[in-house]
Nanobody, 121 residues
Framework: QVQLVESGGGSVQAGGSLRLSCAAS???????MAWVRQAPGKEREGVAS?????????SYADSVKGRFTISKDNAKNTLYLQMNSLKPEDTAMYYC??????????????WGQGTQVTVSS
């Protein structure tokens, strides 16, 4: 069984940065892992994913390319999302997810509880 615990969310002004962390327990080394967000009144949106292949292939939503970076530390079994140049439209609950189709899917078998990111203009 995999458990995911996110941290690092908060409130920042536009242009600021945040780093989200997702501490995983259980086996995640062969899983695709991802960050998915959901803003109030909107559907869940795949933000970024990282595959378990040797190249650690990453995918990003067009809206975050060049601003967000996903990474994973296998030694710590922890997933990260570095978010720079934040915009008000990035405001959402951010979820860590694991074991699903890599890319920008929102279908994963394991989910964290979410961490709130609020960006003010």
């Amino acid at each position: 069984q995999v458990q995911l615990v996110e941290s690092g969310g908060g409130s920042v002004q536009a242009g600021g940065s945040l780093r989200l962390s997702c501490a995983a327990s259980g086996y995640t080394y062969s899983y695709c892992m991802a960050w998915v967000r959901q803003a109030p009144g909107k559907e869940r949106e795949g933000v970024a994913s990282i595959d378990s292949d040797g190249r650690r292939t990453t995918s990003y939503a067009d809206s975050v390319k060049g601003r967000f970076t996903i990474s994973k530390d296998n030694a710590k079994n922890t997933l990260y999302l570095q978010m720079n140049s934040l915009k008000p439209e990035d405001t959402a609950m951010y979820y860590c997810a694991a074991e699903g189709y890599c890319g920008l899917s929102t279908t994963y078998n394991y989910w964290g509880q979410g961490t709130q990111v609020t960006v003010s203009s």
